[in-house]
């Protein structure tokens, strides 16, 4: 269904709605996490795909988890600071990044350092899949209007062992 949606994926109409999978501990979230980053790139259905984060100690675990799922010389990059994130996105060679989603929040203060207009029009002339893992826990709030803002032109996939509805939405009053 990942490749499915991103394959239909209209660039350019700002729809952001990928779509979420939801599975249980231990059910292959992580694989089939990198696995459909990877043949989105194969395929050629989206530039880049980043791997988006929500603590330290995750990107170095799903770093070394999708370099043992990697093919022999795929290279996938984890990004160090903000600054070096937006060279990856910059780079037309650097596919499979993984990312925190505070390196991806200050991306714009770092437009505004280091680059030009036209490096900002480059990227956001990519067609970006960005597949969020523990989706339940970092892609609501102001976080997630950031990106969504500064990325329009993306596609979004959350990964998450325990979904947020109405009825267990603690922002609602519930528990």
Not at 92 to 120: C, F, G, H, M, W
Request: aromatic share 10%; proline share 2%; charged share 30%.
């Amino acid at each position: 269904n990942i490749m499915k949606r991103t394959k239909a994926q209209r660039w350019g109409n700002h729809t952001p709605l990928g779509g979420y999978v939801w599975g249980t501990t231990g059910c292959g979230k992580t694989l089939t996490s990198y696995k459909s980053g990877q043949l989105v790139t194969d395929k050629n259905y989206a530039d880049k795909v980043i791997f988006v984060v929500d603590r330290v100690e995750l990107s170095d675990q799903s770093f070394d988890e999708y370099n043992s799922f990697a093919r022999d010389g795929e290279p996938i990059k984890k990004s160090k600071n903000t600054h070096d994130l937006f060279r990856m996105l910059l780079n037309s060679k650097d596919r499979l990044i993984i990312t925190s989603i505070q390196k991806l929040t200050r991306i714009n203060e770092e437009k505004a350092k280091y680059v030009n207009q036209a490096d900002v029009e480059k990227i956001n002339g990519k067609r970006i899949v960005f597949i969020i893992d523990e989706a339940h826990r970092s892609q609501f709030g102001e976080m997630h209007e950031r990106i969504k803002n500064t990325f329009v032109n993306a596609l979004f996939i959350g990964f998450t062992g325990t979904p947020i509805f109405s009825e267990n939405d603690k922002a609602d009053g519930m528990t």
